[in-house]
């Protein structure tokens, strides 16, 4: 038996639901954007938003409306994807790494006073693996030292907490709508915003520094973050599914820690009293997961590590160079490191059966009692 890590739950009824572009003759942004739009804005409360190409394209967007730019610092977690932190390179600011919590992965503000200067000028948590961060803490710290929070909610669709939507606590949220994301339209983002200056500004910067199409005349400089009627056409449909899609990514982490929740050696992380999970990925840590991972390879079962944390990347080297006041030392980070060598995330999505979760399970059995 071969398992994915994951794959998207698209089919004809995606497909169908393009027809009306084609019908209409009009695919750029167009009614079905206008209808996806308002469905997120109903699904997660927010006042405003707008569509940017992709997630990563969504947080540049988001950053810049909050006027980040050359020269300042925007503080990340040191686990997350990384296009969290090039979002802030592509503005010119500089990313500031900071540890999470072992607990579930999440922005550990613990000791982050030190590492706010006068350059800081926002905050980026990161609800990650499909629950939220505290956000109660992000808000009180971003207050204390008067920064702008923008949320990176692309694997957060769907998660409140404390009945708040995950992406609407801050200045901006964002989200993803990439192939392995709670709900997928190929490539595609949005940022969400409850400030109606900040959606302004949005606007302008994401339709070439005007707020309509069809006029010549530019008050300010923006670039084109369109998506396209077709990629929201399938958005619409994958709402539809969104309760479903949800239920199954439930039933499967059940099914995944009623076999293996008890086994000596096996973590599953949970998510802080009051908020939701709707796991994004289905993650496990051991001692082992190094030859866990190999085992389950051999075995034709695809899993991926924790994410490979940011201060460490090849590509942020030289932030070693240009800020020595900022640690880019391994002591600096242990969690996220703790993440990196001891998680496995195992496949899930909506179609995967039972008897493929018992397959995964088995392996992890025979590994477990073998070693
Ligand atoms: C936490 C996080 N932030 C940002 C992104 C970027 O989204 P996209 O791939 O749509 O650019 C992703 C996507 O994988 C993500 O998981």
Known sequence: MKIAQFLPWIGKDEYDATASCFEKNWITEGPKAKEFEEKLLELTGARFGIFAPNGTLALYLGLRALGIGPGDEVIVPDFTFIGSATSVEMTGARPVFVDVNRRNFQIDLTNADAIVTEKTKAIMPVHIYGTIADMGAV??????????????????????????????????????????????????????????????????????????????????????????????????????????????????????????????????????????????????????????????????????????????????????????????????FPNSIYGYEHGICLPTYPTLSDEEINYVCDVIKEYKDGS
Request: glycine share 8%; with cysteine.
């Open 139 to 332: 808000t009180a710290f971003a207050a204390r030292h008067g920064l702008k929070v923008i949320e990176d909610a692309a694997q957060a669709l769907g998660v409140r907490r404390s009945g708040v939507h995950a992406g609407c606590f801050g200045d901006v949220g964002t989200f993803s709508f990439f192939a392995d994301k709670t709900i997928t339209t190929g490539e595609g983002g949005m940022v969400v915003t409850n400030d109606e200056s900040i959606y302004e500004r949005l606007r302008y910067l994401r339709n070439q520094g005007r707020i309509n199409r069809g006029t010549f005349v530019h008050p300010e400089i923006g670039y084109n973050f369109r998506m396209t009627d077709m990629q929201c056409a399938v958005g619409l449909r994958q709402l539809e599914k969104l309760p479903e899609i949800i239920e199954r990514k439930n039933r499967i982490l059940d099914n995944y820690k009623s076999q293996l929740g008890d086994m000596p050696g096996i973590k599953f992380f949970e998510p802080d009293e009051g908020a939701d999970l709707i796991p994004f990925r289905v993650c496990i840590l051991t001692d082992q997961a190094e030859a866990l991972s190999e085992c389950m390879k051999e075995n034709e079962i695809e899993t991926r590590t924790f994410f490979y944390p940011l201060h460490r990347q090849p590509c942020f080297e030289y932030l070693k160079d240009e800020g020595a006041e900022h640690s880019m030392d391994d002591s600096s």
